[in-house]
């Protein structure tokens, strides 16, 4: 469960310019929740998204995830949380184009103190088959299409099993067949029980959940 109560988060640019990404902002998550954020380009999404994801700390407000306050943890203790509670997918897909897929999804569990070395082929092998690209774990991810490589990052979001998974505008680079497969993918990491939180600027994107809000200037205003 996720509250984020009157979340204030700025960017300064060198001494002067202050814009405020995020204004007081309060949004409670439940567990199993497929959530949509919409808003314009420089809303504040990825901010948000950030923030909900343990990658940026608020300046003012309070985060509760699973009821551990996040502003107040360690720096090791929140490093510990984004690995093994939370996947992230990104547009442009963040993966090592040169190596392996399989590399591609060991990677992650190197890093994830509970997963013992054995483990990471068997766990590999799970997540791609349940992203359907089995035959490719060999293959260097340059070789794959767009929608593949989304399959890819997905599949690398989902091995050290979180409870939450955030995408941000996880479908903007691909056409609206790939999209739809790419949708149908978190439908069902969130029906076999992800919380799965979509930032996206596409409506066909936003309907498919199960809430959608929209932010505007840095404040949820629907
Ligand atoms: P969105 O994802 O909705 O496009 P962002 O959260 O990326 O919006 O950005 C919100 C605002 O904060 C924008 O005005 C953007 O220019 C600004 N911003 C985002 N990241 C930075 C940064 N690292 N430094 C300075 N300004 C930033
Ligand atoms: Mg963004």
Same mark, same amino acid.
């Given at each position: 469960m996720i509250e984020l109560k009157s979340i204030t988060k700025s960017y300064y640019k060198g001494t002067s310019a202050q814009i405020?990404?995020? $204004? #007081?902002v309060s949004l409670k998550i439940d567990d199993g929740e497929m959530l949509a954020i919409i808003g314009t380009s420089g809303s504040g999404k990825t901010t948000l998204l950030n923030i909900l994801g343990c990658l940026d700390l608020p300046d003012s407000g309070e985060y509760l995830l699973d009821g551990d306050l996040v502003n107040k943890l360690s720096k090791n203790r929140l490093c510990q949380i984004r690995n093994e509670r939370i996947g992230f997918v990104l547009q442009d897909f963040?993966?090592?184009?040169? $190596?392996s897929i399989y590399k591609n999804l060991s990677y992650p569990m190197i890093f #994830? *103190? =509970?997963?013992? *070395? #054995? /483990?990471i082929k068997e766990r590999s092998k799970r997540a791609l088959e349940a992203v359907g690209l089995? =035959? $490719?774990?060999? *293959? $260097?991810?340059? /070789?794959? *299409?767009g929608g593949q490589k989304q399959r890819v990052a997905i599949a690398r979001a989902i091995v050290n099993e979180p409870s939450m998974i955030l995408a941000d505008e996880p479908t903007g680079a691909l056409d609206t067949k790939t999209s739809a497969e790419i949708m149908e993918l978190f439908k069902t990491l969130n029906k076999q029980g992800s919380t799965v939180i979509i930032v996206t600027h596409d409506p066909k994107v936003a309907e498919q959940c199960d809430r959608v809000i929209e932010i505007s200037d840095g404040e949820i205003v629907a």
């Open positions: 405020v990404a995020l $204004r #007081n963040g993966l090592m184009l040169d $190596r #994830n *103190s =509970s997963i013992k *070395s #054995n /483990e089995s =035959s $490719r774990v060999n *293959s $260097r991810c340059v /070789e794959l *299409s």
